[in-house]
């Protein structure tokens, strides 16, 4: 049995949809079907609805995909502080706890933005470099919550996402994202196609793999303007001109907060499953766009 929290989510509707073509049998909330950021109320609530199940099923897993994550960015966690902690550590945290004390598996979904740099390919053992001293305030958090969700479930898979995009136009598309900003900062990416993200971290579970983290992107990586160009071919946008900042320097004057760009290795999530590269799965998206 599958809970999954944050079921209005991006992510999470990946999730859900990747289930029910399983076939496999969940239950999503809201916080207004239950506020499970009170964890003593949520521990109730699945006392009273779905331990039988549980108990039936043997396999308990809480999937968080909840969190903050500032809109219309990340900018807007520097100056939401106190939300973006509770979010993004205390709720985490929290869960991981409950599921301890409980004996569900706990999955919690991370993000790769903990790394910045490119002097090498990140692994799942490698250290964030890019946190509160160094990085934005969120990044700051995804990177404690870790840490914290580690040591309090054992019993945990932590599944990192990178950059989603699909098919689908959508305010949190990357691909959505190019074609609406001014200008664009070339960069070197790791991505996670959205469906693909949720049909690898389902296939991880079901497979039992190892508990731990993952980094769960497409393989490879991408620059942005590798992507603008597969978008003027796929998109029939060649009198298009994407405009690019001249430096690094010059797009930091234009936000907030750093930006975390990065290549995940995704060696060890290759060891049990296949993955698609992260241009076959830009373009096809880019084929499917609407």
Not at 58 to 69: E, F, K, L
Not at 250 to 276: G, H
Request: with cysteine; proline share 2%.
């Amino acid at each position: 049995m599958y809970v999954i929290l944050g079921k209005n989510g991006y992510i999470a509707e990946a999730i859900i949809k990747e289930l029910e073509s399983r076939k496999l049998s969940y239950i999503a909330l809201s916080r207004s079907d239950v506020d499970y950021t009170d964890t003593a109320k949520l521990d109730k609530w699945l006392s009273n609805n779905v331990y039988s199940k549980i108990v039936a099923n043997h396999n308990a897993n809480i999937i968080n995909c909840a969190g903050y994550i500032g809109k219309p960015n990340v900018d807007a966690c520097e100056s939401a502080k106190a939300d973006t902690i509770e979010g993004n550590v205390v709720l985490p945290s929290n869960l991981a706890m409950l599921c301890k004390s409980r004996g569900y598996l706990f999955t919690h979904i991370s993000s790769g933005c903990i790394y910045g740099g490119y002097s090498k390919d990140f692994t799942e053992d490698d250290p964030s470099n890019f946190d509160f001293q160094n990085g934005s305030f969120y990044s700051g958090t995804k990177a404690l919550a870790e840490n914290l969700v580690q040591k309090e479930c054992e019993k945990s898979y932590i599944f990192r996402l990178r950059i989603p995009f699909d098919e689908i136009e959508s305010p949190r598309n990357y691909l959505t994202k190019l074609l609406t900003y001014d200008k664009l900062l070339d960069a070197r990416n790791s991505v996670s196609h959205r469906s693909d993200f949720a049909k690898y971290c389902i296939e991880l579970i079901e497979k039992k793999v190892p508990y731990g983290i993952y980094n769960v992107t497409n393989k490879g990586s991408v620059t942005t303007k590798e992507v603008a160009e597969l978008m003027k071919e796929h998109l029939q946008l060649n009198n298009k001109k994407f405009e690019f900042f001249t430096n690094l320097d010059s797009f930091m004057q234009s936000v907030t907060a750093p930006r975390s760009n990065c290549v995940l290795d995704t060696s060890k999530i290759e060891q049990y499953i296949k993955i698609r590269s992260a241009k076959e799965a830009i373009a096809d998206a880019l084929s499917k766009y609407s």
